[in-house]
């Protein structure tokens, strides 16, 4: 467990929030590792706080999908390996719902991300490409309609960001991302929903490995 682990009080939010906020930003900033375990009794006390809030802040941080209870072992950090099957399964579920219901408008919205998202990679900043490629997979999420998966990729959105961050410092990515998103667009113009499926996963996959390929480069660095 990191030794830089400190309580970033604030006198307007209750303890347990306090204590959410220090732990959450410790795993988005890499502080607290994928697989390490959050124990109650250190915790409490490297924060210098009762196990009350610790264990409440460690349900919040489950509900975004920061950290699993595992039988036996008790609470970890989510692993990334996790995180990327459950958004491999949230973006195709996505992309075939939102085959059968997005409007003329909505995929009109959804050329004009994909060409925006193509022209940001000129600008060499990083932040603003992320920022493209994520309205683009929002888009097809508003398109479903459905509140309920919506709330769930949110859920998971923070742990991504980071690591779509990460890969999208290579500019070598860029060409088969605009591939992607244009065979994505083109499949949903055309609702074909089996090609649509195939194409996210395609996509998705491939990121997969570039973000694994992040960890991994990482890891060694730390080593």
Do not use: W
């Amino acid at each position: 467990m990191t030794d830089n682990l400190t309580l970033n009080m604030d006198a307007y939010l209750p303890l347990r929030d306090v204590v959410f906020n220090t732990l959450r930003e410790a795993i988005l900033k890499g502080e607290l590792k994928p697989g390490e375990r959050l124990m109650e009794l250190q915790l409490a006390s490297k924060l210098g706080v009762s196990r009350t809030p610790i264990r409440e802040a460690i349900r919040m941080l489950e509900q975004e999908g920061l950290a699993v209870t595992m039988p036996r072992k008790g609470a970890e950090v989510a692993k990334m390996e996790d995180v990327l099957e459950v958004r491999e399964a949230l973006d195709e579920l996505a992309a075939k719902i939102a085959c059968k219901k997005i409007s003329d408008e909505q995929l009109a919205n959804l050329k004009t991300i994909k060409d925006e998202f193509k022209r940001s990679m000129d600008s060499g900043d990083v932040k603003k490409i992320a920022e493209e490629d994520v309205k683009f997979h929002d888009a097809i999420y508003e398109a479903t309609n459905n509140a309920k998966l919506v709330s769930m990729m949110n859920n998971i959105r923070e742990q991504m960001y980071r690591y779509r961050v990460e890969y999208l410092k290579d500019p070598k990515n860029y060409p088969m991302l605009v591939k992607e998103h244009d065979a994505i667009y083109r499949a949903l113009e055309a609702r074909n929903m089996e090609l649509v499926t195939t194409e996210m996963h395609t996509h998705v996959a491939n990121q997969a490995v570039a973000v694994k390929a992040v960890i991994q480069k990482q890891d060694e660095e730390k080593k």
